[in-house]
C-alpha cells in the first residue's frame, strides 16, 4: 500500500500516557519523502514505458481474440438444455434454424457430445466436477474443428451439418471485451505509478495484487466473447490458475500488513505462514484435483480471507491505525461478499439450467467488486470521490447481484421478479444507507460548515485577545476541528500542510505573525477523529486556510489597532498643542487664586488624558498609581477623605480601551458621590482576579433609595462602560449612611 509506515502511538501533554512511545522523528522524515510533484527522469520514462506495454498488451489480446474463428451464428437453450440454431447470416445454417445440434464430430472420425454448456465459459464458479470436464472437453472440441474451417455439427435428427468458421473479427470480440480489459489496464497502470512513487516492498505488494486481478479482469474479457467455443488453450488449468491468482491477492494483502502501517512483531512468520498455505493449497489443487474441487479450493478462499482479517485485527491491536481500521472494514466487506456469493453459487448447483448463468454473473461481479476496492485503496488519504462512489456502487452491484440469485435458486421466483426485486433492493441500499456506508466503510465524516465556522469565530476571538498565544490557539483549534488522539510538535516545518503516513497524520506549520522562523514551528496531528478516520486532502487544504484566516484576523485587528492608537497621538498631540497652551495662558491671565488654582487643575486632568491617549497600553501599577493620585486630588479639593485599596497578583498590561473605561467610571462614580450624595468619605476598592474584576465604590453620603433614582447620563455612562468591559453594575444602600455600587466584569482579562 502507497503509505508511509508510522511508529507507535506517542505520549501528548495534556492527555493520558499512550501504551507505547512514539519517535516524533518519524514523522519529521516522512516530510522529506513525498512523492514526486513532477514524473521527471526515470520515473516518467518508465511510466511512459509501461503505460506503452500495457496497451499494447491489450491490443495484443484483442487482436489475438479477433483472430480466433467462430461460426456466425447465434444460439439458444431450450427447456431441456439443449443448444439449439437461432439464428445465423450464413446460407447454409439459415435452413437448419430451430434445430438442436447434439454432438461435434472429430477428426479421428469420433464425437464429442455438445448440450447448452457451450454457451458457459466460465469454469471457476462451477461447482459440479463432472459439468466443468464436459464443459471443458466441449469446449475443446469445438475450438479443434474451428482451426480446421469447418465444424461438423451433428443435429437431432441424425443429419449432419458443416458450419464454417472464420476469425470473429473485431466487430465478434463483444461489448464487454473493452470495458473489462480497460479496467484491467487501469488497475494495472495504478500499480505501476505507486511503485514507481515510492519503491518499497509493501509497494510491490500492492503490485502483487494488482497485476493478479487484472489478469483475472483479462480472463473476464476472453470470456465474454460471444458464440461458441473458446480460443484454443484458454481453458487449460483454469480453475488452478484463477484459483492461484485468488489465493496470490489474499497472501499479498496478508502480507501487506505484517509490514504496514505498523511492523508485527512476529510479521515475517506470519507472512510466511499465509504464503504457504496459499502455495500448498493451490499446488494440491492443481496436482491432486481432489472429488468437490471447487468446494476445496473456495474454502481455501475463505480461510485466507480470515487469515487476512486475523492479520489486520493483530495489526489494530499493536497499533489502532485509523488506516488499518478502515481497511479492516473493506476486507470484513468483502468477505461477506464473498461467503454470500458462495452462498449463492450453491445454491443454485441443484437448479441445472440456473447453475451456468450464476457462474458467469457471480464471476464477473466479485472480480469487478474486488478491483475496484483495489482501486480505491492508494487513494483512502486522498479526495477521489468518483473512485469511491464507484467501490459503492460495485458493493451495491454485488448485493443486488447477490439477491436476484438467491431469489432465483431458492425461492424459484422468475427471473423478471428477481430481477426487479434486486434493483429495489439495490436502490434502497444506496438510496438510504449511503451517507452510513460512506461514513463506517470510508471514514470520511466530514466537517460541517456551521461547526467548522463555530470553532474558527471563537478562535479568532481568542487570538486578537491573545496573539502571542497565537501558536497554542492554533493547535486547540486543530485539535477542536479534527480531535485527534495526539498532537506532537515537529522541528523541520513544511511549507504548507501535509498528510503523511497514508491519512495516519496531518502535519501542519504554524508561522508566528511576522513570519519570524524563530516563532515557526509544526503540529503533528495524528488519527483524526480518535482513530476512527484518515486524513484526507481536504484536511490538509482546511488546515491551511484556518490557519491563513486566523493570521489575517489578528494582522486586521493589529492594522485597527495602529490605526486607533496613530489617530489618538494626533486627537492628544492636538489637545496639548491647542487646548494645554490656551488653558496655560488663562492660568497666567487669571485673576483670582482660585480661578487659577482651578485651571492648574484642569490642566492636571489634561495632561493625565493626553498621556493615556498616546500610550498604548498601560501597566497596571502605574494606572492605579495615577487613579489614586487623581481621586485624592479630587476630593482633597473638596475637602473629602479616599479609602483606597487595590489588589492584583502580577502587574501586568492593560489595553487603551480598558484604561479609558476604568479611569473614566472611577471620575463618574467619585464626582456622584461628592456632587449629588455631599460625601466625606469615599472607599475604592478594585480587586482583580483570574476570574475577572470586582469594582466597589462606596460613600457616607445622603444618597438613598437607588432604585427610584432616575437613569441620566450619568448612570447610562456607568452602564454603558461597564457592559463595554463584559460586566455588569449594580447600586445599593451603604450601611449606615450612604451609596455603594458594585462593577462586576467576569470577562474582564488584563493582557498577556
Known amino acids: 500500500m502507497p503509505a508511509d509506515a508510522l511508529g507507535a502511538d506517542p505520549a501528548t501533554p495534556g492527555r493520558p500516557e499512550a501504551d507505547s512511545a512514539f519517535d516524533a522523528g518519524v514523522l519529521e522524515r516522512t516530510l522529506g519523502e513525498d512523492s514526486p510533484t513532477r514524473w521527471l527522469g526515470w520515473r516518467r520514462r518508465a511510466l511512459v514505458l509501461a503505460a506503452l506495454l500495457g496497451c499494447l498488451g491489450v491490443l495484443a489480446l484483442a487482436r489475438w481474440l479477433a483472430a480466433t474463428?467462430?461460426?456466425?451464428?447465434?444460439w439458444t437453450a431450450d427447456a431441456n438444455g439443449r443448444l439449439v440454431l437461432q439464428d445465423s447470416p450464413l446460407p447454409a445454417l439459415?435452413?437448419?434454424?430451430?434445430?438442436?445440434?447434439?454432438?461435434?464430430?472429430?477428426?479421428?472420425?469420433?464425437?464429442?457430445?455438445?448440450?447448452?454448456?457451450?454457451?458457459?465459459?466460465?469454469?471457476?464458479?462451477?461447482?459440479?466436477?463432472?459439468?466443468?470436464?464436459?464443459?471443458?472437453?466441449?469446449?475443446?472440441?469445438?475450438?479443434s474443428a474451428m482451426a480446421t474451417g469447418s465444424v461438423p455439427l451433428k443435429?437431432?435428427?441424425?443429419?449432419?451439418?458443416?458450419?464454417?468458421?472464420?476469425?470473429?473479427?473485431?466487430?465478434?470480440?463483444?461489448?464487454?471485451?473493452?470495458?473489462?480489459?480497460?479496467?484491467?489496464?487501469?488497475l494495472y497502470l495504478l500499480a505501476t505509478v505507486?511503485?514507481?512513487?515510492?519503491?518499497?516492498?509493501?509497494?510491490?505488494?500492492?503490485?502483487?495484487?494488482?497485476?493478479?486481478?487484472?489478469?483475472?479482469?483479462?480472463?473476464?474479457?476472453?470470456?465474454?466473447?460471444?458464440?461458441?467455443?473458446?480460443?484454443?488453450?484458454?481453458?487449460?488449468?483454469?480453475?488452478?490458475?484463477?484459483?492461484?491468482?485468488?489465493?496470490?491477492?489474499?497472501?499479498?494483502?496478508?502480507?501487506?500488513?505484517t509490514l504496514h502501517p505498523c511492523l508485527l512483531a512476529r510479521g515475517r512468520w506470519l507472512a510466511a505462514a499465509v504464503w504457504s498455505a496459499a502455495a500448498l493449497g493451490v499446488g494440491l489443487m492443481a496436482t491432486l484435483q481432489p472429488s468437490h474441487s471447487w468446494w476445496w479450493s473456495q474454502g481455501l478462499y475463505l480461510g485466507l480471507g480470515a487469515a487476512v482479517l486475523a492479520v489486520i485485527n493483530q495489526s489494530c491491536r499493536e497499533e489502532p491505525n485509523p488506516y488499518a481500521i478502515i481497511v479492516r472494514r473493506y476486507c470484513a466487506l468483502a468477505l461477506a461478499m464473498l461467503v454470500l456469493l458462495t452462498a449463492a453459487v450453491a445454491m443454485a448447483a441443484s437448479a441445472a439450467s440456473l447453475a451456468h448463468v450464476v457462474a458467469a454473473v457471480v464471476a464477473t461481479a466479485w472480480t469487478l467488486f474486488l478491483a475496484s476496492l483495489l482501486l480505491l485503496v492508494p487513494f483512502l488519504a486522498r479526495s477521489r470521490q468518483v473512485l469511491r462512489e464507484f467501490a459503492l456502487l460495485a458493493g451495491i452491484?454485488?448485493?443486488?447481484?447477490?439477491?436476484?440469485?438467491?431469489?432465483?435458486?431458492?425461492?424459484?421466483?422468475?427471473?423478471?421478479?428477481?430481477?426487479?426485486?434486486?434493483?429495489?433492493?439495490?436502490?434502497?441500499?444506496?438510496?438510504?444507507?449511503?451517507?452510513?456506508?460512506?461514513?463506517?466503510?470510508?471514514?470520511?465524516?466530514?466537517?460541517?460548515?456551521?461547526?467548522?465556522?463555530?470553532?474558527?469565530?471563537?478562535?479568532?476571538?481568542?487570538?486578537?485577545?491573545?496573539p502571542k498565544r497565537f501558536a497554542p490557539l492554533v493547535g486547540r483549534l486543530l485539535d477542536q476541528l479534527f480531535e485527534p488522539l495526539e498532537v506532537l510538535r515537529l522541528e523541520r516545518v513544511?511549507?504548507?500542510?501535509?498528510?503523511?503516513?497514508?491519512?495516519?497524520?496531518?502535519?501542519?506549520?504554524?508561522?508566528?505573525?511576522?513570519?519570524?522562523?524563530?516563532?515557526?514551528?509544526?503540529?503533528?496531528?495524528?488519527?483524526?477523529?480518535?482513530?476512527?478516520?484518515?486524513?484526507?486532502?481536504?484536511?490538509?487544504?482546511?488546515?491551511?486556510?484556518?490557519?491563513?484566516?486566523?493570521?489575517?484576523?489578528?494582522?486586521?485587528?493589529?492594522?485597527?489597532?495602529?490605526?486607533?492608537?496613530?489617530?489618538?497621538?494626533?486627537?492628544?498631540?492636538?489637545?496639548?498643542?491647542?487646548?494645554?497652551?490656551?488653558?496655560?495662558?488663562?492660568?497666567?491671565?487669571?485673576?483670582?487664586?482660585?480661578?487659577?488654582?482651578?485651571?492648574?487643575?484642569?490642566?492636571?486632568?489634561?495632561?493625565?488624558?493626553?498621556r493615556?491617549?498616546?500610550?498604548?497600553?498601560?501597566?497596571?501599577?502605574?494606572?492605579?498609581?495615577e487613579w489614586k493620585a487623581d481621586l485624592t486630588q479630587r476630593l482633597s479639593a473638596a475637602h473629602a477623605q479616599l479609602k483606597?485599596?487595590?489588589?492584583?497578583?502580577?502587574?501586568?498590561?492593560?489595553?487603551?480601551?480598558?484604561?479609558?473605561?476604568?479611569?473614566?467610571?472611577?471620575?463618574?462614580?467619585?464626582?456622584?458621590?461628592?456632587?449629588?450624595?455631599?460625601?466625606?468619605?469615599?472607599?475604592?476598592?478594585?480587586q482583580f482576579e483570574p476570574s475577572g474584576l470586582l469594582m466597589t465604590v462606596s460613600d457616607d453620603g445622603v444618597g438613598r433609595n437607588p432604585q427610584s433614582w432616575s437613569h441620566g447620563l450619568g448612570m447610562g455612562g456607568v452602564r454603558k462602560r461597564v457592559k463595554l468591559l463584559g460586566g455588569d453594575v449594580s447600586w445599593r444602600e451603604n450601611e449606615p449612611l450612604g451609596i455603594v455600587c458594585e462593577a462586576r466584569m467576569p470577562d474582564f482579562a488584563v493582557r498577556d
Open 397 to 466: 452491484s454485488t448485493v443486488a447481484t447477490s439477491v436476484d440469485l438467491l431469489f432465483v435458486s431458492v425461492f424459484s421466483v422468475g427471473p423478471f421478479t428477481s430481477l426487479a426485486v434486486a434493483v429495489f433492493v439495490g436502490l434502497s441500499l444506496y438510496a438510504g444507507a449511503r451517507q452510513f456506508i460512506l461514513h463506517t466503510l470510508l471514514g470520511s465524516t466530514m466537517l460541517t460548515t456551521e461547526r467548522t465556522f463555530e470553532h474558527l469565530y471563537r478562535a479568532a476571538r481568542e487570538v486578537q485577545e491573545h
Open 155 to 186: 443435429l437431432e435428427d441424425g443429419s449432419m451439418l458443416a458450419a464454417p468458421a472464420a476469425a470473429r473479427g473485431y466487430a465478434g470480440i463483444g461489448l464487454w471485451f473493452w470495458p473489462l480489459a480497460g479496467l484491467a489496464l487501469m
Open 194 to 257: 505507486v511503485v514507481l512513487a515510492r519503491p518499497q516492498i509493501r509497494n510491490a505488494l500492492y503490485v502483487v495484487m494488482a497485476l493478479c486481478q487484472s489478469t483475472n479482469l483479462l480472463f473476464l474479457a476472453v470470456e465474454s466473447a460471444p458464440g461458441l467455443g473458446l480460443p484454443t488453450g484458454s481453458l487449460a488449468n483454469n480453475l488452478a490458475l484463477r484459483l492461484a491468482l485468488d489465493a496470490g491477492t489474499a497472501a499479498a494483502i496478508a502480507h501487506a500488513f
Open 94 to 143: 439459415q435452413a437448419r434454424r430451430g434445430q438442436a445440434v447434439v454432438a461435434v464430430a472429430t477428426q479421428g472420425g469420433g464425437s464429442v457430445a455438445v448440450d447448452a454448456l457451450l454457451l458457459h465459459h466460465t469454469l471457476r464458479w462451477q461447482t459440479n466436477d463432472e459439468e466443468r470436464a464436459r464443459q471443458v472437453a466441449q469446449h475443446q472440441a469445438v475450438a
Open 612 to 625: 493615556g491617549l498616546a500610550a498604548a497600553e498601560h501597566r497596571l501599577s502605574h494606572a492605579a498609581g
Open 494 to 610: 513544511p511549507a504548507r500542510s501535509r498528510v503523511v503516513g497514508g491519512g495516519s497524520a496531518l502535519v501542519v506549520p504554524v508561522r508566528g505573525m511576522d513570519d519570524d522562523t524563530a516563532d515557526t514551528t509544526a503540529l503533528a496531528l495524528r488519527f483524526a477523529q480518535r482513530g476512527q478516520r484518515l486524513f484526507t486532502h481536504d484536511d490538509a487544504r482546511l488546515a491551511d486556510r484556518v490557519v491563513e484566516q486566523l493570521r489575517r484576523a489578528v494582522a486586521y485587528d493589529q492594522a485597527v489597532e495602529r490605526g486607533r492608537h496613530e489617530e489618538r497621538l494626533r486627537i492628544a498631540q492636538d489637545l496639548h498643542d491647542d487646548i494645554g497652551a490656551r488653558l496655560l495662558t488663562l492660568m497666567y491671565q487669571a485673576r483670582t487664586p482660585e480661578m487659577e488654582d482651578y485651571i492648574r487643575h484642569t490642566l492636571q486632568d489634561l495632561k493625565t488624558l493626553t
Open 644 to 686: 483606597w485599596s487595590c489588589n492584583f497578583e502580577q502587574d501586568q498590561a492593560l489595553s487603551v480601551v480598558q484604561w479609558s473605561a476604568l479611569t473614566r467610571l472611577l471620575r463618574e462614580l467619585v464626582s456622584n458621590a461628592l456632587f449629588h450624595g455631599h460625601a466625606s468619605c469615599v472607599q475604592v476598592c478594585l
Open 69 to 74: 474463428p467462430q461460426v456466425d451464428a447465434r
